[in-house]
């Protein structure tokens, strides 16, 4: 293995069996993630420790040009080098309770379910709103940074954008999202001042990882993960981290750690505005007030499920489906459209709602159901009026407004209010309903919810 290992490029995770010795296995890793589960008598290979979860809770985290030799007994380590390395013992025991479903019929919808449990979680310790949240180094790191540079993939790419708007707004920091695997395939300006953060649940995911390296080779050294996992490659790579306690996430489509991303980078912004000087304690009371309502706010909107399923029936039997959202909630459109997509197999695209009249309008029928995001924020007039541009030309309308929205239901209009407007934590609420509007159309049209076809919970490969 140590030889064939040095003729191979690119990322790699092998286990090599052999016929003549069928109680031992080699394995090796560059790139991409493989642990060593530690037992009584017996060891084994896996790619995260989740899929160990109820045999052994004992994880070695292999690194990058490891090779492991397993056998029943003993595990050898060698490193690039060839030579004997130690590598610690670590144990992981919060997986255990993961893996059971209890009285759900999925694990996306139990998932969906405890997204109170963890914010609280996430949420636990924190009594003020300073740079330290995200780590020693940040207390002299943040009141120099000169700009933000998020790079993630998918739902965490989501995040990101919804991060923008916060962080641009809160702390009066310019902010660049980036799609990580598009990131380092085109000649960017370096800025050594900015502040790279990359978000990412499982912290291994190839491109985001990739992209932090690419980022690192050109000179940024101000680096930070918001990842779930602590043990991630993300977290040993970047000088700051803040962990989100998001718990494992069993369901292919993200929903509990997205809405921890979201906290985090909330936090994040208030960090930012407050090393520059720009968060008075009044402000910061009011977030930290605002949080730690936030899981009660969040159990209140998913009350309201039975309203949802009664429109994910009528969903089941679409092909297509057009999300809307303005501002601070467009994020939020686009990851709604997603989760429709990747577990319904329904196709649905986001816009922002002022686009409409550039192009998607062609799009809208009496066979193309319409989802608009409408809090009752500065841009629901705005809203409301591209809403109307949508029946008149005989759109069905699903809107997801505030208790004190000026939108009224009518025939093509139908209408879920969620129980309050939570102003700048509003994304964190109106994700939870297309959450489960896209969970419970899935499961009408009877899809593997949680095994979607084709996609992967962690994407380890480019």
Known sequence: MQAARKELRGAYAIAVFSREEPHRVVGARE??????????????LASDALALAGTTDQII??????????????????????????????????????????????FMQKEIFEQPRAIADTLEGVQSVTPTLFGAAAASVFPAISSVRILACGTSYYAGLTAKYWIESIARVQVDVEIASEYRYRDSVPDPAALVVVISQSGETA?????????????????????????????????????????????????????????????????????????????????LAALRHLPAAVQSVLALEPQIIAWAKQFARRENALFLGRGLHYPIALEGALKLKEIS???????????????????????MPVVAVAPNDALLDKLKSNLQEVRARGGELYVFADVDGQIEASEGVHLIRLPEHYGALSPILHVVPLQLLAYHTATARGTDVD???????SVTVE
């Open 345 to 367: 197999y329904i196709h649905a695209e986001a816009y922002p709602a002022g686009e409409l009249k550039h192009g998607p309008l062609a799009l809208v029928t009496s066979a």
């Open 451 to 457: 095994k979607p076809r084709n996609l992967a919970k």
């Open 207 to 287: 491109d985001t990882l990739a992209a932090l390296k690419h980022a690192k080779q050109l000179g940024h050294t101000h680096t930070l993960a918001v990842v779930n996992v602590q043990t991630s490659a993300m977290a040993r790579e970047t000088a700051m981290q803040f962990f989100t306690r998001a718990g494992a996430e069993i369901g292919v489509a993200s929903t509990k750690a997205f809405s921890t991303q979201l906290v985090a980078m909330y936090l994040l912004a208030g960090a930012l505005a407050r090393a520059k000087g720009r968060l008075s304690d009044v402000s910061e009371a009011a977030m």
């Open 31 to 44: 790139g991409s993630p493989l642990v060593v589960g530690v037992g009584q008598g017996e060891n084994f």
């Open 61 to 106: 985290y292999l690194e990058d040009g490891d090779v492991a030799d397993l056998q029943l007994g003993r595990v050898w380590i060698v490193d690039r080098a060839g030579q004997p390395a130690e590598r610690d013992v670590r144990t992981v025991s919060a997986y255990t309770q993961a893996v059971e479903l209890g009285p759900y019929r999925h």
